[in-house]
């Protein structure tokens, strides 16, 4: 797998997700088992069938794959990739040197339309050749929220709604909870890696702004007005949760504080759902603990020189 972003440890989590055994082998590389369904990952570029790994160097790139079982025919085309830029390869060399390998064992050249496409990738200490199986969606750009019909400042970039969710459990077939929906976002994001999303909010704005980001994006989904510390749904609802908890102001709920506010929506979440992805502007594993939770990661990523998201995974 190669990932993407700077936090291989954030890429590594999202992608157990979709797969088993995921293990970091360099920056940006990872291996796993039991890919299911991996296209919808946000921090992962894409997936190959693994060959072999070896030396990042030409001459035994070239030694692996000549030495390597190859039960393929057909047209093929060679892609080659020095991850983060970290090793200075050249890889159109190595492109030439491996397609030649390919060739001599029977292969024709399509660069346009092959039926198989050999990866290299290439980074700190190791380099890895695979067969391509997918590769991610990549259009998180044309969801920027200064684009979508509702707009608010602060809202969160979909690359990251969309590892959020991932990571909830959002997937065909599953229920997403969004307590604290603002602009819908995240919401969005579960609903296109396929999960039945409902959002709630407390400001009335703020559902019929998300109402209309949901139904530019997706064919469905809710949104209510309602109080994320008394949610209106039965227990386990939910398969997870995900919000973005209010950053360094009082909660808009009169007579109540910010660490009231969500310390009793963390009690209500886990009421209605199994795992939830909290994500504030501080540190929240004490209030995650007092209600219940086992904080069993936590992410702190930088967004700018004054933000800085803390993401914790609660199961």
């Known amino acids: 797998m190669e990932l993407a972003g700077d936090s291989d440890a954030f890429a590594v989590r999202e992608a157990e997700s979709r797969c088993s ?33 070896c030396e990042p160097d030409v001459g035994t790139a070239v030694a692996l794959l000549t030495a390597a079982t190859v039960e393929r025919t057909g047209t093929v085309a060679v892609r080659a990739r020095d991850v983060r830029g970290l090793t200075g390869i050249d890889t159109q060399a190595i492109e030439r040197r491996l397609g030649s390998v390919l060739v001599d064992r029977g292969f024709g050249v399509d660069l346009d339309e092959p039926d198989w496409t050999l990866v290299a990738l290439f980074s700190e200490g190791v380099a890895a050749l695979g067969w391509l199986e997918t590769e991610t969606v990549r259009d998180f750009s044309t969801r920027k929220p200064t684009d979508k019909p509702f707009f608010q400042p602060g809202s969160m970039d979909p690359m990251d709604a969309r590892a959020l969710s991932n990571i909830a459990g959002a997937a065909p077939g599953k229920r997403i909870l969004d307590p604290m929906c603002g602009t819908g976002g995240i919401l969005v994001e579960a609903g296109l890696s396929g999960a039945d999303v409902v959002g709630v909010d407390a400001q009335q704005k703020m559902v019929r702004g998300a109402r209309r980001n949901l139904e530019a994006y997706l064919d469905a989904g809710s949104v209510v007005r309602g109080d994320a510390t008394r949610l209106p749904f039965v227990n386990g609802g939910f398969d997870g949760a995900v919000f973005d908890a209010p950053y360094g102001r009082q909660s808009k709920i009169e007579g109540e504080s910010l660490e009231e506010l969500v310390g009793e929506a963390l009690g209500e979440v886990r009421r209605v759902a199994p795992r939830a992805v909290l994500v504030g502007d501080r540190p929240w594993n004490d209030a995650a603990e007092a209600a219940g939770w086992t904080v069993t990661d936590r992410f702190d990523r930088r967004v700018h020189a004054s933000l800085v998201r803390y993401v914790h995974v609660l199961d």
């Open 21 to 53: 055994a995921v293990e970091a082998i360099a920056p940006g590389m990872a291996t796993a088992r039991g890919v299911d369904r991996p296209d919808a990952l946000a921090y992962t570029r894409r997936v190959c069938r693994l060959i072999g790994t």
